[in-house]
């Protein structure tokens, strides 16, 4: 079945850091979504990338996604205490196919 | 703003018990869908439904889980006989359309509990 892997798998960091992570797949997706989730709580969408190559930005969030089609990179400046949790990219294959495949997932911490 | 809301939070049932998981969909999306999460794994797709009809949904999915739209606004996923190992996060997500602009919006999960 269609995988997405993310790296890394965790990341600790100081506050006031940058953070990138990542997304690949073998397979191509037509879209790309990151999502962030606290624990005990559903998805929060973050960015939603519909073109290849297309770089896109939310406040201190910025992502893109791969000309191939195949990955997307999500990047966070200057980090802050409340961006800690789990990140998931997500990809759509098919438009007219709404099946969501997440990703394995990025644990961020920060460390005091 | 805007959002999806699942009920109850917790359901604790008993093994072989039926249970329906109950959720309102964002007002104007038009898909909708259950996912599900066992703890510390990744989010899994289990259907999606759009215009009274279930479009997708994974092996997961099989006789015992059913989805229905009785109004219109609440979505339903009933599992009929549950097993020890349907024990997960339950989450109900909307999006309105694809490749205009919106993605999926979840929901605050329902934690189902079989023991």
């Known amino acids: 079945g269609q995988q997405l892997n993310q790296s890394p798998q965790s990341m600790f960091i100081q506050e006031g850091e940058d953070v990138s992570m990542n997304c690949t797949s073998s397979?191509?997706?037509?879209?790309w979504l990151w999502y962030k989730q606290d624990p005990g709580e559903g998805p929060v969408l973050l960015i939603a990338l519909y073109k290849a190559g297309e770089l896109t930005s939310n406040g201190r969030l910025t992502a893109q996604f791969g000309i191939t089609r195949k990955d997307s990179f999500l990047n966070i400046s200057a980090s802050i205490p409340s961006d800690v949790g789990i990140y998931f990219c997500?990809?759509?294959?098919?438009?007219?196919?709404?099946?969501?495949?997440f990703g394995t997932g990025t644990r961020l911490t920060i460390i005091p | 703003e805007p959002e999806v809301t699942q009920t109850p939070s917790h359901q604790v049932t008993q093994m072989g018990q039926e249970v329906i998981l109950r959720c309102v969909p964002i007002?104007?999306?038009?898909?909708f869908y259950w996912y599900r999460q066992i703890l510390g794994q990744k989010v899994e797709f289990l259907v999606s439904?759009?215009?009274?009809?279930?479009s997708e949904k994974s092996e997961i999915f099989d006789d015992q889980f059913s989805v229905e739209r009785p109004d219109g606004s609440n979505f339903t996923l009933k599992i009929r006989s549950t097993k020890l190992e349907d024990s997960a996060m339950y989450f109900c997500a909307s999006s309105e359309r694809w490749g205009q602009g919106g993605g999926a919006f979840f929901g605050q999960g329902t934690r189902l509990t079989v023991v």
């Open positions: 007002s104007n999306h038009l898909y």
């Open positions: 997500a990809g759509l294959r098919d438009f007219g196919n709404e099946k969501l495949t």
């Open positions: 397979s191509i997706f037509n879209t």
């Open positions: 439904f759009y215009n009274n009809e279930i």
